[in-house]
């Protein structure tokens, strides 16, 4: 990792710290590809660490010249590593500073998409021996997540309004408190749209200074619980021409033309 350096502290044992990097390279290596720019404060030792009460979350502030995540896990599960680790890494390109349920949601499509990539990976080209047949967990877990996610909504309002999407989004700038099950069913149905445009992940680091209140100018200075709301309008100004398009479509999908 030329761009990252990780410091693995999630487990006590070594040799299962050790394990646990091969998936956490993976992600790592396609964020790289996906946004080759980095995130917006840069790349910086990155440390994990385990926490079985606050975890998944990201530590800030800790210091300014590293970031720290941990995860909540109770044994060497990739899939769960792999969709939490995700999420987090997700704010770090976004803005680590920033608090909002936009980069929540897209969190949680960049988590999803992890799962896939990661199961089509390990398929077609397994990291190892042991985990040969391991390329199937990521799918399953996925499935299971959006399992009780969906087992917690109303199917038939779901399957028939083109606007639930819409809906949901609308409901989720209102509230204080995010539904993670639908926040999850909204990635779901987003997904799609980043796959068909594949550089639609170099959004992550405007999302974070197009926001209401902005960042601090100085990316060195240290902000806490900044809960914020995306600013549409002054992001599609940002945005370089080659993001013009799916932007659209993706504004078009959330709801949020009314607010550019």
């Not at 969190?107 to 990539?117: K, Q």
Request: one cysteine or more; aromatic letters at 14%; charged letters at 25%.
């Amino acid at each position: 990792m030329e761009k990252w350096i990780i410091k693995n502290n999630v487990f006590e044992n070594n040799e299962q710290n050790e394990k646990l990097t091969i998936v956490i390279n993976d992600i790592v290596e396609e964020f790289d590809r996906l946004i080759p720019t980095g995130p917006p404060l840069g790349f910086k030792p990155l440390e994990l660490v385990n926490d079985e009460i606050s975890g998944p979350t990201f530590y800030w502030p800790l210091g300014r010249d590293f970031y720290k995540i941990a995860l909540n896990v109770s044994d060497l599960n990739y899939n769960q590593i792999a969709f939490q680790f995700s999420q987090e890494l997700c704010r770090i390109y976004c803005d680590p500073r920033m608090r909002s349920w936009f980069i929540q949601l897209l969190s949680h499509i960049f988590a999803l998409y992890s799962l896939d990539f990661l199961g089509h990976k390990w398929e077609n080209n397994p990291p190892n021996n042991e985990l040969k047949d391991y390329w199937y967990n990521f799918d399953s877990y996925k499935s299971n997540l959006l399992g009780a996610a969906f087992s917690k909504i109303d199917i038939v309002k779901y399957q028939v309004a083109n606007e639930w999407v819409q809906y949901q989004v609308n409901k989720l700038r209102k509230k204080d408190k995010i539904n993670r099950g639908k926040l999850l069913i909204i990635a779901y149905e987003l997904l799609p749209m980043f796959r068909e445009y594949p550089e639609s992940w170099q959004i992550l680091p405007y999302v974070g200074k197009c926001s209401v209140p902005a960042p601090p100018s100085d990316p060195n200075e240290i902000v806490t619980d900044r809960d914020t709301e995306p600013d549409f309008e002054k992001l599609m100004e940002e945005l370089p021409e080659n993001l013009q398009a799916f932007t659209n479509k993706f504004y078009d999908k959330i709801g949020a033309k009314e607010h550019v």
